[in-house]
């Protein structure tokens, strides 16, 4: 786990990042890892997420790039972070991402499998306490089946295909795809009873989504985050870019971009935050955004008590319908309202106030940042605690000298 920050203005680029990093199933945390990098003299990264990728240290994936960029430099920032991913992409052997690739392949099958069992045991749950009996072999084979379809379609709503991707040929001639599924579902249902419910027809059906959810941005279960950012050689002013890298697969990789910014004459600063981003949220945005989702459940199950509140002599059953529909919309403009209150009021002040920062004081205000998330993950005791903390390295970059370290912790160790 991680908490890292990127203040950008015209002036000067300003990057922190902690220290803290999970050992396995919290089962110990390390507070000396490093987060963030310089690639060149005026291009550096902050890694944020697992410590690996594709089972490699991803310290040790950034600094060979960077041993191979040597001294080359390109146009545009753009252009450093195309050639990191060309870099990641043709060297699997040299990495060792060709030996890790089975198991980057299951850990993908299982995560989708996974939710399908998780949803119908929910779903037969919720059946079998409706009925107040257990359900029936003709009853349970239907719910799959619907659990299934709803999945599929959920999916494809949700995840578009990823342009250049297609592992269906490969995954069958390479790596046996559809006996590795058949096998893994089988192991499942002999070693913690999990998969009961898929026989033969049912796993047949589910071989082609899985193959095709390759070809998409569902990602597995140890995602890497990388933020880029600094000046190409024919840039006046910083620009960043941040991604989250998957997996390789046959000398692809499976990627998303998550933002792209750069500083221009129409904005003049920008703050990027990444990773555990709770504190920071409500420090820019007047409310951390992980409850969103939470208040507009409340919302809505406020406005449908209020309706069965009302008398029903007062309003008949078809007007209650009628008005807890013509309320279906209302929780989506709250939150929409609440949105641009939270823009003008929080956001845009701490925008304008960072366009006159000196670089300087942006290290001041992302170390800050950091160590603020850092407070709450110690003093406060739940599933985060810890995640975020040790010490904080900060960074800033200018034009015109190049990357210059505020905070490193490594000079501590020295």
């Not at 009628?322 to 989506?332: E, I, K, M, R, Y």
Request: proline residues 3%; aromatic residues 10%; hydrophobic residues 40%.
């Amino acid at each position: 786990m991680s908490a890292g920050i990127c203040i950008m203005n015209k002036e000067a680029i300003a990057l922190a990042a902690d220290s803290a990093a999970t050992i396995g199933d919290r089962a110990a945390i390390r507070n000396s890892a490093r987060k963030l990098f310089t690639l060149s003299r005026s291009v550096a990264v902050i890694c944020y997420g697992s410590a690996e990728f594709m089972t490699v240290p991803v310290e040790i994936i950034v600094r060979m790039y960077a041993q191979s960029l040597g001294e080359r430099t390109f146009p545009r920032l753009e252009d450093y972070v195309e050639d990191l991913l060309h870099y990641l992409a043709k060297n699997g052997e040299l990495l060792r991402f060709k030996q890790n690739e089975e198991n980057y392949i299951r850990d993908i099958v299982d995560r989708q499998i996974r939710i399908l069992d998780n949803r119908y045991r929910e779903a037969q749950e919720d059946q079998a306490a409706s009925l107040g009996r257990d359900l029936q072999p003709e009853e349970l084979k239907e719910l799959g089946n619907r659990i299934c379809e709803e999945r599929f379609q959920d999916f494809s709503e949700r995840y578009e295909k990823t342009k250049g991707l297609d592992f269906g040929e490969y995954l069958e001639k390479e790596q046996n795809f559809t006996s590795c599924v058949k096998e893994y579902v089988h192991e499942g249902q002999k070693t913690d009873d999990s998969f009961l419910w898929m026989d033969e027809a049912t796993v047949d059906k589910l071989i082609p989504f899985l193959r095709e959810t390759l070809d998409t941005s569902f990602f597995g279960y140890y995602p890497v985050g990388i933020c880029v950012a600094g000046y190409g050689e024919q840039e006046i002013y910083p620009r960043l870019q941040h991604l989250t890298l998957d997996g390789w697969v046959n000398g692809s990789l499976r990627y998303r971009t998550e933002n792209e910014k750069a500083i221009d004459e129409d904005h003049r600063s920008w703050i990027e935050t990444m990773a555990q981003d709770d504190v920071m949220d409500t420090i820019f945005l007047g409310m951390d955004s992980n409850l969103l989702p939470f208040l507009e459940n409340i919302i809505r199950e406020k406005a449908a008590e209020c309706i069965e509140g009302i008398s029903k002599k007062a309003l008949s059953l078809e007007k209650r319908k009628q008005v807890l529909a013509s309320l279906a919309g209302l929780p989506d403009t709250i939150i929409d309202e609440m949105g641009e209150v939270r823009r003008k009021e929080y956001w845009l002040p701490f925008l304008r106030a960072t366009v006159t920062l000196g670089p300087r004081d942006m290290a001041a205000f992302a170390e800050s940042m950091i160590n603020l998330t850092s407070m709450r993950r110690t003093i406060i005791v739940d599933d985060n605690n810890g995640t975020v903390g040790g010490p904080v390295d900060v960074m800033i970059i200018t034009k015109c000298d190049g990357f210059r370290w505020i905070k490193n912790k490594d000079s501590y160790l020295k």
